[in-house]
Structures are given as structure tokens and as C-alpha cells.
């Protein structure tokens, strides 16, 4: 089991890696989805797999999670970790923590309707910390991990999206 202090020596260790040799920091990362049955899609990453769909309203099979609860559960995930790496940083010990990612839908741009654009139309998240530490240092925490979040930083400022397609001929 993971205690607080493997948690500070490795961001610690990370934090020194990085100064002395920043290209350690800069990779490109690649996942595989695969499109199965019906919507079904298999998600794999390194040692990873698991199954990504849409629900039995959309035509789907419901056979995981859909698109949107993996895209609210990376944001509410990537700041948990970050609350708990940080709070490890600066010695703040937390008790227990919840992230709440709440997004707002109007699936009129999903289907081409009314020149609606898709996606969503906003998103909040709510933080609930237990801990003995003053609000302020909480605070004061929170600030810095959201400031070093990865995926609110994508979320916030959007990136370059590149495409390319590769149609493969079969024969008939």
C-alpha cells in the first residue's frame, strides 16, 4: 500500500528529474480503441482494456461506460490525483476526498439539429476535502493542483486536434 510519504518522494523525485533533464517530460502517449459489436468500443492502453459504449437510448449495448462519463471521470480523476499529490507535497494530510464533475448537455448537436453545437455547454466540478489543515492551506492547495492539472488544462485551453484517416480496400 501507497502511504503519503512514497507519494512526496516520488513527486519530489519527479520535480528533480524533470530540472535536470526536462526531455524525460516530453513523450506522445497513444491509445487504441477498437470498434466491436454495435458501439461497442475495447480501450486499450499498455496493460489495460476495458469497454467503452453509449447506452440502449442511443443504439447502443450499454456495455460500459459511454464517451462522457470517461471524459467527466479523466477531469474528476486527474484532480483528485493531483489534490492528493500536491497535499502530499506540502505535507497536508487529507482525510477524504471527492471530486463531483456535473456537465451540461443539450444533445440537439449530437444529431445535427437546430445548428446547435455539439459537446457540452458547460461543465463545474465540486471538491469535498476532510482534513485537520486550516481552509486556507487547503485553499492554497487546491489552487496549485488545479494550476498544474493536465486534463483542466486541456478542458480550459484548447488544444491542436490533428486527423488522419487511413481507408483500407476490401475485397467485395
Given amino acids: ?52 459504449d453509449v447506452g440502449k437510448q442511443q443504439g447502443g449495448n450499454d456495455a460500459g461506460p459511454g464517451p462522457g462519463i470517461l471524459f467527466r471521470a479523466s477531469v474528476g480523476s486527474c484532480l483528485a490525483i493531483g489534490y492528493k499529490l500536491w497535499a502530499a507535497y506540502m505535507d497536508i494530510r487529507i482525510d477524504h476526498l471527492e471530486v463531483d464533475v456535473e456537465a451540461d448537455v443539450d444533445a440537439r448537436g449530437n444529431y445535427g439539429i ?30 496549485h493542483a488545479d494550476d498544474h492539472s493536465p486534463i483542466l488544462a486541456n478542458v480550459r485551453n484548447p488544444i491542436n486536434m490533428e486527423r488522419k484517416v487511413n481507408v483500407v480496400k476490401r475485397q467485395k
Wanted: charge should be positive.
Fill in 1 to 52: 500500500m501507497i502511504d503519503t510519504n512514497d507519494i512526496k518522494e516520488a513527486f519530489e523525485r519527479n520535480i528533480k528529474l524533470l530540472k535536470l533533464k526536462p526531455s524525460k517530460g516530453q513523450y506522445t502517449t497513444s491509445t487504441k480503441i477498437r470498434l466491436g459489436e454495435g458501439t461497442a468500443c475495447e480501450v486499450e492502453h499498455k496493460h489495460w482494456t476495458f469497454k467503452a
Fill in 114 to 143: 437546430d445548428n446547435t453545437k455539439p459537446g457540452y455547454t458547460g461543465m463545474r466540478y465540486k471538491v469535498t476535502i476532510e482534513s485537520p489543515e486550516s481552509e486556507e492551506r487547503i485553499m492554497e492547495m487546491i489552487r
